[in-house]
């Protein structure tokens, strides 16, 4: 019988870049020995758990829903052990704060290893500081921590993490599924967009920390030099009235959409000419991942693990985070050498499948996880 691996994470809404990696996970984890199940805490009654039934049932991953009504509902507790014992748990993966303080007050009932993928803290709210208290109690209690960045692996040792129990393991991308299959003409033509114009694209949570006033500034400069662009920007998020509103006070609300919420965003990929990341604070973003994945070039800010993956000039552009007058001349520089994005999109490419493949992430998983159990 296969050892059973329960990934559990609290989620709100439709998710974000961390379901990508633990819904396709089960299907990758099967093959080298190990049946995962995924046990997400949401607040009942959530319309957004609805994508996260959509994407477990497109990856055949096993959804284990688990309504959570707050920090005091203590009948979490009791369906959690209840799926360990259930299940033979032997692994429990926590991916936030609060699986992470529930799997150490349920292994004292059940006898399994912990484990934590430590994704990053990038929305600061009034909470954050709690959180990091919590995790800074737990992680170093936990058997082993895989950090996706490097400075992430870094803040998890100064936190306490011995180094043996630390490991930098960074997302991945399925290169299967994230293959270019329409050119930027047709998923051009699909949206409705002018072949003529340069279409610059972004997606992500719309919060201040993804800093896409300095996109929108930026793209202002660019219209003004007399270039013709267009501006994309998928996702929904509570900074949107702000950014609609400073759209239109640069003057170039008819030159930027916001898409909103896309629970298939391939399409949009594949039509930008570019992408652009501006975010102040990430860890390993999926979106850029996928970004490259499929072939489209990347201008990106220098922070956490970004550094790593795109080496400037040669697979993709970076710039420092914040600096406005940096990423107008990246732009300027992508929007004037359509030779150059081609090249810089291939080698993206080429840097996915090389160093960066989902398949390969998943086998360095499972031999650690041989490791703990062995």
Not at 79 to 90: G, I, Y
Not at 203 to 210: A, D, F, H, T, Y
Request: hydrophobic share 40%; glycine share 8%.
């Amino acid at each position: 019988m296969m050892p059973t691996v329960f990934d559990t994470r609290v989620v709100s809404g439709s998710g974000g870049g961390p379901d990508k990696t633990i819904l396709n996970s089960p299907r990758f984890l099967a093959p080298l020995g190990y049946r995962m199940l995924c046990g997400y805490l949401y607040p009942p009654g959530d319309p957004g758990f609805a994508e996260i039934e959509r994407k477990a049932a497109k990856y055949g991953a096993t959804l284990i829903p688990i309504p959570d009504r707050g920090p005091f509902d203590w009948r979490i507790v009791k369906t959690l052990l209840d799926v360990c014992k259930r299940e033979n748990v032997a692994i429990w993966h926590g991916h936030d704060y609060k699986t992470n303080a529930l799997g150490l007050l349920l292994k004292r009932f059940w006898p399994m290893k912990l484990v934590s993928t430590a994704h990053g803290w990038v929305e600061i709210t009034a909470r954050t500081p709690w959180y990091y208290r919590i995790d800074k109690f737990c992680l170093p209690k936990y058997e082993r921590v895989y950090c996706v960045s490097e400075d992430l692996y870094r803040a998890c040792r100064k936190c306490g993490v011995k180094p043996r129990n630390a490991v930098l393991l960074e997302n991945g991308i399925d290169t299967e599924e994230f293959t270019r299959r329409t050119s930027v003409a047709d998923a051009k033509e699909r949206l409705g967009i002018s072949q003529e114009c340069t279409l610059i694209g972004a997606v992500g949570r719309l919060s201040p920390e993804k800093a896409f006033d300095v996109l929108l500034r930026s793209v202002s400069e660019i219209c003004t030099a007399g270039h013709d662009v267009r501006l994309v920007i998928v996702g929904e998020g509570n900074d949107r009235v702000r950014l609609e509103a400073l759209a239109a006070e640069l003057q170039i609300a008819d030159r930027v959409t916001f898409a909103g919420w896309q629970s298939e965003t391939r399409g949009y990929f594949e039509a930008f000419d570019i992408f652009a990341l501006s975010s102040l604070r990430e860890g390993l973003p999926n979106v850029l991942l996928e970004a490259m994945a499929l072939e489209v070039p990347c201008i990106a800010t220098r922070i956490a693990g970004i550094p790593k993956l795109i080496q400037h000039g040669e697979n993709g552009m970076l710039v420092d985070a914040g600096d406005q007058a940096g990423f107008t001349r990246g732009l300027l520089n992508l929007i004037e050498n359509p030779i150059r994005r081609g090249e810089l999109a291939f080698a993206g490419r080429r840097t996915i499948e090389s160093r960066y493949s989902f398949a390969s992430r998943m086998k360095k998983l499972s031999e650690d996880y041989d490791v703990l159990l062995h």
